[in-house]
């Protein structure tokens, strides 16, 4: 282990802390109510192993095969795996496995494979749901005029417990589009509580990445996933 490496992610965590924390001080919001999910898609298994050393103990993953790879790599580490990409069907069984959380629900197929797969796993599984508040076809998730039927839905899935919503905003320069994806899901949020059912939370509200997450802030985020904030550029293709 490189205690450079270590030190290193150290000082980029509390630079991020300090930003999310300047973020919520313009919005009067509090600093605790926004969980940092360190993003590690890419970054080696020995890099995770610094980041644990550096006070790390959660990663986010896009990729379930990658995800269950780390895991298995770093059984000996006491960490969590969140999901935030795309899940086929028939890789839920990693998911039912591995992960403490799954932030990118978007159908009901896979909703009953991931109630499957928990049930002989016997553990249930946070999940938040995806919606395309962009309006891109390049991304997945829910229309937001489809959420609030989706929702009633989710309570046949006893293993499946519900937070929140998960959104991607569009990828520009300019703020005022970026911004108005994350308002959208805040206020999508606020609809949706007078109809959810009993045993559907939505607490949470995960949105932000590297790039936008202090806008997200101050919109509401209380979840914001941070790749290379943390850990520096991406591999155009890296060892897991």
């Keep these: 282990m490189n205690s450079t490496n270590t030190f290193l992610i150290r000082r980029s965590f509390d630079d991020v802390r300090r930003r999310i924390a300047e973020a919520c001080a313009r919005v009067g919001r509090a600093p605790g109510e926004v969980r940092l999910l360190p993003v590690s898609k890419t970054v080696a298994t020995e890099r995770l192993r610094e980041a ?92 937001p005029d489809s959420v609030a039927a989706f929702m009633r839905e ?4 006893s293993a499946l417990r519900v937070r929140g919503l998960m959104t991607l905003a569009v990828f520009e320069p300019g703020t005022l589009r970026v911004r108005a994806c994350f308002s959208a899901l805040r206020i999508l949020r606020d609809q949706l509580r007078d109809t959810a059912p009993p045993t559907v939370a939505l607490d949470e509200l995960s949105m932000g990445m590297s790039g936008d997450f202090e806008i997200a802030i101050e919109e509401g985020a209380t979840v914001v996933r941070l790749g290379q904030a943390l850990f520096g550029p991406r591999p155009l293709s890296g060892p897991v």
């Design 154 to 157: 989710l309570p046949a899935f």
């Design 52 to 143: 644990f050393a550096a006070g790390l103990t959660e990663f986010g993953e896009n990729k379930i095969q990658e995800a269950h790879t780390k895991a298995e790599q770093l059984a000996d580490l006491p960490l969590s795996w969140s999901i935030i990409g795309h899940l086929q069907t028939n890789k839920a069984k990693y998911a039912a496995r591995i992960a403490r959380e799954f932030q990118a629900l978007d159908s009901l197929r896979l909703a009953a494979a991931l109630e499957r797969r928990l049930q002989i796993e016997g553990r249930g599984l946070d999940v938040l749901v995806q919606v395309n508040t962009s309006g891109e076809a390049s991304k997945f998730g829910l229309a």
